[in-house]
């Protein structure tokens, strides 16, 4: 290729030799509707004057928003998808577990039904047929929530970035299944344990104990024995257990990741059988790594038999067989639920049950609980007399 140089005081515009003699083309960077580094390039003109007028045409069509709006007019979901993920991850706004999770739903329900679809070309009616498909599909209210709302990232994201002039999928009708019952009485629960004792040998118990602390199941999973320090509490006379809350694992980081939150970031303590239940399980998990000639970085708490991280969906597992013996269903985010309801429900102080979940404000943890049968009475009897 020719060296193209510059023509004096004509910005744009550039000469070079060929074996017909001297010609002229144009050159031209600019940003399309994207935030891409694009390049106009065309050559070939004899005379410097039509070089000239080319390039001047083409900027009054950049200032115009000609030609990144003929751009933004053929760019497909999929294709505004892609680059918006790339700069979220770019940008620090997404985390990897972040742009994995709406990946799948992205993946999975969104990409087969309007990948290839102009951004322009999607209606608020074929979407909220797609909406009403889910729905009747049997999907929960709160999965086609999370479909709906990364639908909506993507297209609030073109709106401000002006590659589609409205985001028309505002106020959509979303419907699903019923979410699951969060409600569970302290009879329930206390039958469920004993239905745990009983099929459960003591490490898998303490696992189970350790998730009716309020924790995520991605902390639970999450923590190693470096994350428990066991102290002894002089004016009680009795072993205390220090937890650090600082990672957790899930089916997408399953060697660990950050937490959900700054918030989620914090230190609780336990104390009586619990921290027996843990020192139980300090010991076995490492029993199993020097039985399994295992040197690892980072000693995980939970542990197969292999001396291998148990896959972080194990405490659904080990619930679920617990729930199929008693008659009773709890999944590891209801005793979350529970543990806040029950807090609460004991006058402990909001702020400091806040701490203890991890939540970011006081009207997460107030979202987080149940009335109760006790509790209603409770409250019953403080207007009864004057009935």
Known sequence: MPKWTPYKRHPGVYEYQTKKGKRFGVR???????GERKEFSKSGFIHWQDADIEIKQFEAKLVSGEVSGSLAHRMTVDQYYQ?????KMKMGIWRESTARANGNFYSKYLKPAFGKTPLQDVSRAKYQRFLDALSQSGLALTTVHTIDAVMKSIMNAAEFEDVIDKNRLRGMQVNGKAPRNKDLEPHSFELWLNAAKTNLDKYEMALIITATLGLRRGEVMGLRNESIKISHDQINDADVAQISIDMQRNTNEL???PLKTKSSYRTIWAFGKTVDYLKYAMVTADNLRQRNHIQ?????LWLNND???????HLNR???RVSNESGIEVYPHLLRHYFATQAIAA???????????GHKNLQMTADYTRSTKAASLNVFNSIDKFL
């Open 28 to 34: 031209r960077t600019y940003d399309d509707a994207m």
């Open 255 to 257: 060697n660990g990741g």
């Open 296 to 300: 690892a970085e980072k000693h995980w």
């Open 347 to 357: 006058n402990k102080p909001q702020i400091d049950v806040m701490h203890y979940l």
């Open 307 to 313: 001396g291998n991280p148990l896959h972080p969906t």
């Open 83 to 87: 680059q918006m993920v790339k700069r």
């Open 318 to 320: 080990l619930m679920r």
